[in-house]
């Protein structure tokens, strides 16, 4: 059985998401920064692991050879969980801010992809990709992250249109979720709360909200859904309720 990557595997969706395949008889293989948070979730999941920063020169390259090789050189998926939250008001960005989080968010997600093309091809893969609210709303200090994350919604269509039919790319768009990337601004009740109360369905997202739609796109019953962005974001992005 061809396995599905998960790139981001020790954060909080990428970790549901893989939680979640197993539980569903996929297979998975693992790729995480942290060396003994990777080992724990291998452990608990039984699962194929690989120690990747993908920042690092060839990391990307090896990770995939690595769950590609395993299984006949195929891969029934891709799923690249990695990104950043810079919060910054315009006038203390700086370049090298804009950089990292373009680097990070998209080139390393399209790095990602390239690796993973042809045994992608092989096993008939899905790829899923993450963006954010922020891309398409505008929120206050969110001019490093928000265009970045608009980048990968266009990194996603570029890529699906040109992977078709062999293997489909979709992107999921989150709001606020609880995850240690978020803890700075989940970490703080009050502050949590007062997020919370800007959705029309008035709580911040789980991991597993996210991570449900994601084994949707990465399964056959979507398997004629490409080139798609799906906000989980509890009507944020879309909807205004009253007061």
């Known amino acids: 059985m ?12 990428g ?42 020169p060839g990391a990307i390259a090896q990770a995939v050879a690595e769950a590609a090789g395993a299984h006949g050189g195929a891969l029934a998926g891709l799923v690249f969980a990695i990104g950043s939250i810079v919060l910054k008001p315009l006038k203390r960005v700086t370049v090298e801010d804009h950089l990292a989080a373009y680097r990070l968010n998209v080139v390393a997600a399209a790095e990602a992809v390239a690796a993973a093309e042809a045994p992608l091809k092989v096993g008939g893969g899905s790829v899923v990709l993450f963006s954010s609210v922020a891309a398409r709303s505008g929120f206050a200090n969110h001019t490093v992250i928000g ?4 980048a990968v919604e266009g990194l996603t269509v570029a890529l699906a249109a040109e992977l078709a039919p062999a293997v489909r790319v979709n992107c999921i768009a989150p709001s606020l979720t609880r995850t240690r990337l978020a803890a700075p601004l989940t970490g703080n009740d009050a502050m ?12 911040l997202g789980e991991p597993e909200d ?11 019953e979507a398997g004629w859904i490409t080139g798609q962005v799906f906000a989980v974001d509890g009507g944020r992005s879309s909807l205004r309720t009253k007061g």
């Open 2 to 13: 061809a396995a599905v990557l998960v790139f981001g595997a020790t954060g909080g969706i």
């Open 15 to 56: 970790g549901a998401i893989a939680e979640g395949l197993v539980a569903s008889g996929r297979a998975v293989h693992l790729a995480g920064r942290d060396p003994e948070r990777l080992a724990a979730l291998a452990a608990r999941l039984r699962a194929p692991a690989t120690v990747t920063d993908v920042l690092a």
């Open 147 to 150: 265009p970045a994350k608009a």
């Open 192 to 203: 949590a709360k007062a997020i919370a109360a800007q959705h029309p369905i008035p709580r």
């Open 210 to 220: 996210v991570a449900a739609l994601a084994r949707f796109l990465l399964g056959p």
